[in-house]
């Protein structure tokens, strides 16, 4: 026992263990700068949000700062996005990476899916334009045609060429509308309703597929379908004509 305390107390054990202790702090030393070399610690970048931007810009732009970059999806579709914009990515805006990070990319696709036209015959214009926008289209020009189906979709049309439900589109495509606009293309002669009750005028006019326009009266009405005809515009006249589907103003009193 005693000749290990001798020699701890030696000189050669306190400038060996100097060395080892030297060697020690030396070797951990060089691997932490090696480790921070290799892995270039303290050169992070900011990761900058790239959404909206056009992938023929993001090349250059990454460039500029230290970064590059992959296309990881190009399937997404956006009606409102020209095609190669930015929809997402990995890492997330502001984060702090290495320089050369590989920047991961969604994009809007270069095509747009196709997409069936939806049946839209006999429908009313507000409903076609919901049922469009549902299928991923849009509502064109609307081609008002003399029928008696006031803004009843009669047929669709695109680029100048006639639509069947079913046809299969690109998305996003305007989809032109043929529409009635509730007057025939059929003349008629103006009918005679001067004496008649109101509900005679209304069996008259619809017999003749035409409709009431403003009703005028003549003092306080209570019994309006009662009340009698005395004038009419346009007035009756054997020689006159009008479209089916227009309106006759009436002027009522009892």
Do not use: C
Request: charged letters at 20%.
């Amino acid at each position: 026992m005693s000749s290990l305390i001798n020699f701890l107390k030696s000189r050669f054990f306190w400038i060996n263990f100097v060395v080892i202790i030297t060697l020690i702090v030396a070797s951990v030393g060089f691997v932490y700068k090696w480790l921070d070399s290799y892995t270039d610690h303290g050169n992070s970048v900011s990761v900058p949000d790239l959404h909206g931007m056009n992938v023929n810009r993001v090349s250059s732009f990454l460039r500029s700062k230290n970064l590059t970059f992959k296309i990881a999806d190009s399937s997404a579709y956006n009606l409102d996005m020209k095609p190669g914009t930015v929809v997402e990515q990995d890492p997330a805006p502001d984060e702090k990476v290495k320089e050369g990070r590989t920047i991961y990319l969604t994009i809007t696709r270069s095509e747009a899916p196709m997409v069936k036209v939806p049946a839209l015959k006999d429908v009313s214009l507000r409903q076609a334009e919901a049922i469009l926008t549902a299928s991923g289209l849009r509502m064109g020009e609307q081609i008002f045609k003399p029928d008696l189906a006031k803004n009843a979709v009669l047929s669709m049309m695109m680029n100048g060429k006639e639509l069947k439900a079913g046809n299969e589109v690109p998305k996003g495509s305007a989809i032109d509308l043929i529409v009635g606009d509730g007057l025939g293309n059929t003349l008629v002669t103006v009918p005679n309703l001067i004496g008649l009750t109101y509900d005679e005028a209304l069996f008259v006019l619809k017999g003749s597929s035409l409709n009431v326009g403003s009703v005028f009266f003549d003092g306080v009405m209570r019994d309006t379908l009662n009340a009698v005809i005395y004038d009419q515009r346009p007035e009756p006249d054997e020689s006159a004509t009008i479209n089916q589907g227009e309106a006759v103003d009436l002027f009522l009193k009892r």
